[in-house]
């Protein structure tokens, strides 16, 4: 009965394992440069932004601004066809022309041009405003790189987390698989008790299940990270789980950059500028304005019946005429107010952006130090879990030690490489923070 019970264990075990994808493991390593190179590609969010930006950059030009003239042509064609009465007075007296259903023929063209010569500055600084706009659209897709980069570095460190747990928790089986025979064999034997079996078998169905849960949060993690990328759901590959701790981080150095590169604080800098310029437009609005204008135009008419038969003039026209608002309800008061609030607001949120900013480095600093430290304590943890299994199973292996001491042992084993992988990635994963927050990830990426 236990030999059927250990049978179905293995085939259940042999069954998840081979069931999920992991012939990807066949297929090239996946590095992170290399999955947030494709991701930078394919993202869906980071193509939006990058078309959002290219809209704004097309919208910084001079003639959207209106410092270029503008030039229209039009022309006309008209017919009419009408009943006439005409009464005609003369030297020799008075006399009338009637003409049922006389035609009458109507054409012209002209071309204008009109240009307005001042208007305050408004229109200069409109077209500064686009140039700025155009460049914050640029940080705004920085913003949106280090989201998605910052996902799929959690994406990338969580699959390579669940790669090595599940290769750990194979091992888990492997060890309990062969505990469970040598207590079969020990029990047909007679130098085991029936009880050691059902201890073994309830441990290796324990660690089957632990390595099947393994895979389903692997794959789940997989496709998690396809999304990021942009590509179909379902395509397989491998992580590497190598990691290359990096030394040398200096929290001076940091701050320094992200006050240079930080994209929270440059977005909140544009708008503070944009918000400028918003006053200096709504100051232009009390000016004169000047606006000059050229045409050429052309018309001609032609009567089937009337003392003008033909009628056609054309020639150049120019002309120039100034405005000035002399009273607006106290519209443009109004705007000039809300855009000097608007910039006192604006000049509050980059203070607050520099704070928040700070505080999330010296936060992540924290963290990574800390992380630092938990992987140097870990690694000692293994090596010490590793000793005393070793030593452990030697002498349960010639029956000096109990299954329940031998079990422990392997807990803490496998617990020990779990907190220790888990330890090497949270630690890459925060140095992949520090360079988000200062802004460096998308030049520096691990």
Do not use: C, H
Not at 222 to 243: C, H, K, P, W, Y
Not at 359 to 365: C, I, S, T, V, Y
Not at 371 to 384: A, C
Request: net charge positive; aromatic share 8%; proline share 1%.
């Amino acid at each position: 009965m236990s030999s059927n019970k250990s049978g179905f264990t293995i085939f259940l075990l042999l069954w998840g394992f081979l069931s999920s994808p992991l012939q990807a493991w066949a297929q090239d390593t996946l590095r992170f440069a290399e999955a947030a190179q494709i991701a930078l590609e394919n993202n869906f969010g980071i193509q939006v932004a990058k078309k959002n930006a290219q809209t704004r950059t097309n919208n910084a030009t001079r003639g959207n601004a209106g410092l270029l003239p503008t030039v229209t042509a039009t022309g006309n064609l008209s017919y009419a066809n009408n009943n006439t009465k005409l009464q005609i007075a003369g030297e020799q007296g008075t006399f009338d022309i009637n003409q049922t259903g006389a035609s009458t023929f109507t054409s012209g063209a002209n071309i204008t041009a009109n240009y307005t010569l001042f208007d305050g500055w408004a229109s200069l600084r409109t077209f500064q405003r686009l140039k700025l706009d155009a460049e914050a659209g640029q940080v705004q897709v920085q913003q949106t790189i280090e989201s998605v980069l910052l996902n799929l570095a959690n994406a990338f460190f969580t699959l390579a987390r669940q790669t090595e747990n599940l290769g750990i928790a194979q091992e888990s089986v492997n060890i309990s698989r062969e505990r469970l025979l040598r207590a079969q064999n020990r029990n047909d034997f007679g130098q085991n008790n029936r009880l050691a079996v059902l201890n073994a078998e309830v441990d290796l169905n324990t660690d089957s299940i632990a390595l099947v849960s393994t895979q389903l949060v692997l794959e789940n993690t997989r496709r998690t990270f396809n999304q990021i990328m942009g590509r179909d759901l379902n395509t397989s590959f491998a992580v590497s789980t190598e990691t290359n701790p990096r030394s040398g981080w200096n929290l001076d150095t940091l701050l320094l950059e992200l006050k240079q590169s930080n994209a929270l604080i440059r977005n909140a800098q544009y708008n503070q500028a944009l918000a400028e310029l918003d006053l200096k437009i709504a100051e232009a609005s009390r000016a004169p304005r000047l606006n000059l204008s050229a045409g050429y135009a052309y018309n001609r008419q032609k009567n089937e019946v009337g003392l003008l038969l033909v009628n056609r003039n054309y020639g150049l026209n120019l002309g120039a005429s100034l405005s000035f608002d002399i009273y607006g309800g106290g519209r443009k008061n109004l705007q000039i107010q809300n855009a000097q609030i608007g910039i006192e607001s604006r000049r509050q949120q980059y203070q607050e952006a520099l704070l928040v900013a700070e505080q999330n480095l010296r936060n992540a600093f924290a963290t990574y130090q800390n992380r630092r430290y938990i992987l140097e304590m870990e690694t000692r943890n293994l090596k010490t879990a590793e000793a005393n299994f070793t030593r452990t199973q030697e002498l349960f292996n010639f029956g000096q030690s109990t299954s329940t001491a031998f079990r422990e042992a392997q807990l803490n084993l496998i617990q020990a490489k779990s907190r220790r992988a888990s330890a090497r990635f949270d630690t890459q994963l925060s140095e992949i923070e520090l360079l988000q927050i200062s802004g460096k990830i998308i030049e520096e990426l691990p």
